[in-house]
T-cell receptor, first 116, second 115 residues
Framework: AQKITQTQPGMFVQEKEAVTLDCTYDTSDPSYGLFWYKQPSSGEMIFLIYQGSYDQQNATEGRYSLNFQKARKSANLVISASQLGDSAMYFCAIPAGGTSYGKLTFGQGTILTVHP | NAGVMQNPRHLVRRRGQEARLRCSPMKGHSHVYWYRQLPEEGLKFMVYLQKENIIDESGMPKERFSAEFPKEGPSILRIQQVVRGDSAAYFC?????????????FGPGTRLTVT
């Protein structure tokens, strides 16, 4: 069974600075993927970024990038040039059974607060 | 292209009543997942359905909870005889049937409050 751990309950960052949100995982599947979602105070779940374990380069989507280190089993989210609107809860998640789709196991989440 | 629709957005039930939560997947999506988020926690998988089939219900409580995804109409998550511990946000997500794409799109959630 997969396990996801987010060890930072809360993080603070100054506007315009970069911040790294940690995520470690445990899976026995040889092939897997990692997702990051954002949940603002309004409650919806917003897909941010995905990377498969066999992808050669770290994924990037605008200001979001994944620092994927398979040997350490970590997939940290880096947000560059933080904005006030980035204040939200962030979850990493891993799909079931070595697929890139299917039911997701989520971490506990990290609350990010961006200060002006 | 409408996203995943869930209704109602907020639902208040007294203990012992039934709660019905609806989820309409994105157009072209025939896979639906239901997740529950208790306060201050991450989402927990409940059930995975395709049209007229329950594929995986390993996260569903054994009693009082049921889910369906009929050939026509939305997916329904039904909670009978609700208790205070059922108060949570319930999210559904949908994806395409062929598994070639990883996107799993979430609805806005239904916030159930049991009084």
């Amino acid at each position: 069974a997969q396990k996801i751990t987010q060890t930072q309950p809360g993080m603070f960052v100054q506007e315009k600075e970069a911040v790294t949100l940690d995520c470690t995982y445990d899976t026995s599947d040889p092939s897997y993927g990692l997702f990051w979602y954002k949940q603002p105070s309004s409650g919806e779940m917003i897909f941010l970024i995905y990377q498969g374990s066999y992808d050669q380069q770290n994924a990037t989507e605008g200001r979001y990038s994944l620092n994927f280190q398979k040997a350490r089993k970590s997939a940290n989210l880096v947000i560059s040039a933080s904005q006030l609107g980035d204040s939200a809860m962030y979850f990493c998640a891993i799909p079931a059974g070595g697929t890139s789709y299917g039911k997701l196991t989520f971490g506990q989440g990290t609350i990010l607060t961006v200060h002006p | 292209n409408a996203g995943v629709m869930q209704n109602p957005r907020h639902l208040v039930r007294r203990r012992g009543q039934e709660a019905r939560l609806r989820c309409s997947p994105m157009k072209g999506h025939s896979h639906v997942y239901w997740y529950r988020q208790l306060p201050e926690e991450g989402l927990k998988f409940m059930v995975y359905l395709q049209k007229e089939n329950i594929i995986d219900e390993s996260g569903m409580p054994k009693e009082r909870f049921s889910a369906e995804f009929p050939k026509e109409g939305p997916s329904i998550l039904r909670i009978q005889q609700v208790v205070r511990g059922d108060s949570a946000a319930y999210f559904c997500a949908s994806s395409r049937p062929d598994g070639t794409t990883y996107e799993q799109y979430f609805g806005p959630g239904t916030r159930l409050t049991v009084t």
